[in-house]
């Protein structure tokens, strides 16, 4: 098969929307859907606490979040492995080779980056909403809400950007998803096998599909780093 009959096909199992694309497509959306959810439940408060103190009290801990930023999926995929193994601490939960454990994984990824980022939002503009909230008399908490709020495009900017660095990766979700067919096989895993079995059509057919993503993923990042301002596109 040539390169456009390839790609002639591929926009054809798209247009008609495939079943075994969609399936795949779905259930990548699926996890890192999750798993973003939850490291921005983790990340965010973090993040603020440590945008919130002064620099010198939390060099270390930055410093951490920047290594982590930058940690290589098969390493975060292999840490998550022995966790999760049979011998490990948390064999006994049997979600090896489960979307869950996959979930485990771009968690992993996406926390210190949505963490690391929101540290940098608060602190960028939060240090003077910080100072006129106490000012005005708000409490702790309040002056905490007061300064996410204002920083809500740095914040939303910091989750786009941790979905956008978990919907595109391959070493970690395969070291524990194990790439089933029908259960942990997501996009980026079946291009992989699809291009070694010679199975152009699908492999390029979810990579337009994966492109398509991350231009909506990256056309919203832009947006966010922009103020808010204008179309997303």
Do not use: C
């Not at 994966?210 to 596109?233: D, E, P, R, T």
Request: net charge positive; charged share 10%.
């Amino acid at each position: 098969m040539s390169l456009l009959e390839g790609i002639i096909e591929a926009f054809s199992l798209i247009l008609t929307l495939d079943p075994y694309l969609i399936k795949i497509a779905l259930l990548s959306l699926q996890v890192s859907a999750v798993a973003v959810l939850l490291a921005t439940l983790a990340g965010v408060p973090l993040g603020t606490f440590l945008g919130l103190k002064p620099r010198e009290r939390t060099r270390f801990i930055s410093k951490l979040l920047y290594t982590l930023m930058g940690l290589p999926p098969v390493v975060a995929g292999l840490v998550i492995y022995l966790l999760l193994s049979r011998v490990g601490p948390l064999g006994f939960l049997g979600v090896l080779y489960t979307p869950t454990a996959m979930v485990a994984a771009q968690f992993a990824l996406a926390v210190p980056i949505i963490a690391a980022l929101t540290m940098i939002g608060i602190r960028s503009s939060g240090k003077e909403v910080q100072e006129t909230a106490r000012t005005l008399g708000a409490g702790r908490f309040l002056t905490a809400w007061t300064v996410v709020r204002e920083s809500r495009f740095a914040i939303f900017g910091a989750i786009v950007t941790g979905l956008g660095r978990v919907i595109a990766e391959v070493g970690a979700v395969m070291i524990v998803g194990g790439n089933i067919e029908g259960h942990t096989r997501v996009m980026t895993t079946a291009i992989v096998l699809e291009t070694a079995k010679g199975h152009l059509e699908l492999a390029v057919g979810l990579g337009i599909v994966l492109l398509f993503i991350s231009f909506i993923i990256n056309s919203l990042l832009y947006n966010f780093q922009g103020g808010g301002k204008g179309s997303v596109w």
